[in-house]
């Protein structure tokens, strides 16, 4: 492959995986784009009403909604500290004067004695209605999705904000994210984090939405909630002469849904397709996600400034390498629109076809395919 091969936009770019509204001025930048959609992220509580108004914003702009923007709704586990489970106490939960007791048991170590860290955090929001408010979003945007959602190992919370750094702040930024304050001692922890997104992967399985999931230093622990939702429904492995004997017209096996289904449920508790974004794990992992009995069809999705700078390199050529290649898509992960996601987006796009061996055009086709079957089914 060339390396001054002009890039096929023409055949459509997508972006599996992005934040633009957390620098929002970089939204106008979406429409003069060469990319032709973007699969934006909602994290935490204050960015999930900013993808809302700019999926509606560019819908209202082309005949077909989803041509430059795919919302997606979801909180990061980065944020997940920010949850109060009130899904299992009898009677409800008054979340402010329920605040400290939430903090001290979902943070590690607890901040008892650091009352300055507890009133620095805001007012905990119940999982139910993160979940409902979360459901109406979905109904609104047929083709959205959840995400980013998942489970994070080595992130700690940042401290709470100086006199100075709130006057240094850069102002075009989304509040909310930790802009660059220094990291405090305390981290979420892991069975709090799990409640948080299997709530979110049962949403996705109502809703029959796909899911982009974050895993860091958790690929264990992503896989062990998965086991557990889709325990019950696993998908019936054929030996090689039964699918044969099952072949229909087109070659493909004929699947009895009522085998994977559990009596008395309408919808699984697990979403249908799942991203695993920015993917920084080993090969061994990825074939106990793509084992043919898993019920959720898993895709791997890879960005330049993650997944390619410094020792990780090698690890992930690997891994794209080993993967079936109907289950690779590219992403950006920026956190700002225009010209500079582009410019990454080709990049990433490039390394894929260069580390495959395909062909420009052959290559960027297969990753439109694999982001439009992964988004709709």
Known sequence: MPEDEPFPWDIGVYDAHCHPTDTLASVADIPQMKARTLTIMATRGEDQD?????????????????????PCFGWHPWFSHQILDDTTQ???????????????????????????????????????ELISETRTRLQQFPNALIGEVGLDRSFRLPTPWTATEIDSRDDQLTPGSREGRRLSNYRVKPEHQRTVLK???????????AVSLHSVQ???GVFEVLKELWAGHERVVLSRRK??????????????????????????????????????????????????????????SFSKPINFSGSTEKKVIDVI???????????????????QMDESLEAVGRQVCLIRGWELRHGVQVLADNWRRFVFG
Do not use: W
Request: with cysteine; charged share 25%; aromatic share 6%.
């Open 50 to 70: 900013l993808v809302q108004q700019t999926a509606m914003s560019l819908s209202a702009k082309t005949s077909q909604p989803t041509d430059r923007v795919v």
């Open 90 to 128: 009898t009677t409800a939960q008054n979340p402010a004067e329920h605040k400290f007791a939430h903090y001290t048991a979902v943070l590690s170590p607890s901040p008892a004695d650091d009352q300055q860290f507890i009133d620095f955090l805001p007012v905990p929001k119940p999982l139910t």
């Open 199 to 209: 709530a979110q992967l049962r949403l996705a399985g109502e809703m029959n939405r």
């Open 218 to 220: 958790a690929h264990g």
């Open 243 to 300: 699918r044969e004997r099952q072949q229909d017209a087109e070659g493909a096996v004929s699947d009895d849904e009522d085998e994977n289904k559990t009596p008395g449920e309408s919808y699984p508790p697990f979403p249908p397709r799942i991203c695993m974004h920015s993917y920084s794990g080993s090969v061994e992992p990825i074939r106990q996600l793509l084992h043919r009995s898993n019920p959720s069809d898993v895709y791997f």
């Open 321 to 339: 390498k080993a993967l079936p290649e109907d289950r690779i898509l590219i992403e950006s992960d920026l956190h700002v629109a225009g010209a």
